[in-house]
């Protein structure tokens, strides 16, 4: 059985793992044991997330509100999801080591306010760190810093049995 990769420490402005496909930021690469062909299929780079701190016990991450509104202007609520479900899910497969998947099984979010402009940050947090299951909580603030979205978001951590997830 293979264990967690060990906590990497980081600041703000270098992720601890290497970035992906040269683009200057982490991506499906980063994560141990994600598939290189898919790479260029990452919704995360549809929405602009950019990963600005790596640590699987916090990670940070930004989406800019542009390009990611629904018809009012607003920002759309399932872009919050959709950042919160990436933060999450990358935090669990750094824990979950390059033998491992994590396969989200949760995700829940309570939106708070609404924003118009600007570049939103979240903040991901393990709650609970098991050898099966880890949840995550994710606050999302506009850059007023004021918090806009909370959500939490749970990861069942497998073994690998085969180089397809989606035969699991």
């Known amino acids: ?4 990769l060990e906590p990497r420490k980081s600041t703000d402005s ?3 793992l290497p970035p992906s ?16 062909e898919y790479d260029d299929e990452q919704l995360a780079d549809r929405l602009g997330i950019k990963i600005t701190s790596w640590d699987p016990d916090r990670l940070v991450g930004t989406m800019p509100v542009k390009a990611n509104r629904q018809s009012y202007g607003l920002l759309h609520t ?3 999801a959709a950042l919160a479900s990436t933060l999450g899910g990358m935090a669990a497969a750094m824990r979950a080591g390059p033998d491992r998947m994590a396969l989200g099984l949760e995700l829940s979010c309570i939106n708070h306010r ?3 402009e600007g570049l939103i ?5 393990a709650v609970h760190a098991g050898n099966n299951v880890a949840t995550y909580e994710i606050l999302v603030t506009d850059s007023r810093n004021r918090r806009i979205c909370t959500a939490r ?3 069942v951590l497998r073994d ?5 997830p989606s035969t699991m």
């Open 1 to 4: 059985m293979s264990t967690a």
């Open 14 to 16: 270098k992720p601890s």
């Open 21 to 36: 496909s040269g683009r200057g930021r982490g991506g499906p690469r980063s994560v141990p044991g994600a598939r290189p």
């Open 78 to 80: 399932g872009a919050s």
């Open 114 to 116: 609404t924003v118009y």
């Open 121 to 125: 940050t979240a903040v991901c947090t």
């Open 153 to 155: 978001f749970t990861c």
């Open 160 to 164: 690998r049995t085969t180089d397809d």
